[in-house]
């Protein structure tokens, strides 16, 4: 591509005046071929929307996705009854029914907010002894995302597979008859536990803008989880690691590293 350009503009540096339109597309040809793209992340719905306005409406139907491969997503289910979690395109969409945590391994249902992406291969990464808290790993993942040079206004996927010496999860479910949205309030409704010593599989988010991962202004992760058995599952509220986690990030941003 390199010569490609080179030619180009040696044919043209005498014309450029005249045929500028060759010169640019030389340019955007080289920068394309030489500028590498993350992988993509898709969100469906806004955060804003939903407590500024109290959105919660149908903004992505999960039968759409039902032949997706390599779907690894998270979602709130429409009118904020339960969360999505998407492993490798096999679904635990998790709700509260009659005060029991209930999981449905189908593709059935619909989304008022939903951030997916397709990876086929990861690479593992050992999680340093020192990042424990959530934090810690926040920030871990945050110079991950520097060193394999992903631009700041994107979305990074990575998944947490491993023995969680401390997670404590939730699974939304919201009351009908309040129209009024809050962070407190969506943090506070529905039902809430802890594991420990549990191997779980997580889908997680991280950007250095929170709302891009429809996460609070106080952390740049949105983490969903499937334990062991996929009895449990929902969203990370926090996340105690003892070195019994890897995390796996996709391994295409290996190309971005220089």
Same mark, same amino acid.
């Given at each position: 591509m390199k010569r490609l350009f080179l030619y180009i503009w040696m044919s043209e540096k005498h014309s450029m005046t005249k045929h500028p339109h060759?010169? $640019?597309m030389a340019l955007l040809l080289l920068f394309s071929c030489n500028g590498r793209s993350p992988v993509d992340v898709t969100p469906v719905g806004q955060l804003d929307g939903l407590i500024k306005n109290g959105d919660m409406s149908v903004h992505a139907h999960l039968p759409d996705y039902a032949n997706s491969e390599h779907l690894y997503a998270i979602g709130w289910m429409t009118n904020l009854k339960g969360y999505i979690q998407i +492993?490798?395109? /096999?679904?635990? *969409? &998790?709700?509260?029914?009659?005060?029991? $945590?209930? #999981?449905?391994? &189908?593709?059935n249902g619909d989304a008022t907010l939903f951030l997916s992406t397709n990876v086929s291969e990861w690479k593992e990464f050992d999680i340093p002894a020192?990042?424990?808290?959530?934090? !810690? $790993?926040? !920030?871990?993942?945050?110079?991950?995302? +520097?060193?394999?040079?992903? %631009?700041?206004? /994107?979305? &990074? %996927?990575? #998944?947490?597979? =491993?023995? *969680? *010496?401390?997670?404590?999860?939730r699974v939304i479910?919201?009351?009908?008859?309040?129209? +009024?949205?809050?962070?407190?309030?969506?943090?506070?409704? =529905?039902m809430h536990g802890d594991l420990k010593n549990?191997?779980?599989?997580?889908? =997680?988010?991280?950007?250095?803008?929170?709302?891009?991962?429809?996460?609070?202004k106080e952390t740049n992760m949105n983490i969903h989880f499937v334990n062991h058995d996929h009895s449990i599952a929902g969203r990370l509220d926090d996340l105690v690691l003892? =070195?019994?986690?890897k995390l796996y990030l996709p391994k295409i941003l290996e190309s971005n590293k220089k």
């Open positions: 060759v010169y $640019l +492993v490798d395109s /096999k679904p635990y *969409a &998790s709700s509260v029914v009659d005060s029991t $945590l209930k #999981i449905d391994s &189908s593709f020192d990042v424990i808290t959530w934090k !810690q $790993l926040e !920030q871990f993942i945050g110079n991950e995302a +520097v060193k394999y040079h992903v %631009p700041k206004n /994107k979305v &990074s %996927p990575f #998944i947490l597979k =491993g023995i *969680a *010496a401390d997670a404590s999860w479910d919201w009351d009908p008859n309040d129209k +009024v949205v809050s962070y407190k309030k969506i943090s506070e409704a =529905g549990e191997y779980i599989t997580a889908v =997680g988010f991280y950007s250095r803008e929170a709302s891009e991962v429809f996460a609070h003892d =070195g019994h986690v």
